[in-house]
């Protein structure tokens, strides 16, 4: 899977660093890191994550979608 954060709306809450820690990792107060292509092991989590942040900064590109179009 693939995910994509906005960092110019990520403020920093942590809620996705707490939910899903391997993959979004605050640096300092307010530096996101993120891996753009979590393992899929950590969709759950991932999922979770996108759903608590305040505000939506988070995008899931799931490759199942992909594969479907025809
Ligand atoms: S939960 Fe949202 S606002 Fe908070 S650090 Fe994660 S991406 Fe940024």
Do not use: S, W
Request: proline content about 6%; charged content about 25%.
């Amino acid at each position: 899977m693939r995910i994509v954060v906005d960092l110019n709306r990520c403020l920093g809450y942590a809620q996705c660093a707490f939910l899903a820690p391997e993959v979004f990792k605050l640096n300092g107060e307010e530096a996101l890191m993120y891996d753009p292509n979590p393992d899929e092991a950590t969709r759950l989590r991932v999922l979770r994550a996108a759903a608590a942040c305040p505000v939506q900064a988070i995008v899931v590109e799931d490759r199942l979608d992909e594969t479907h179009k025809v």
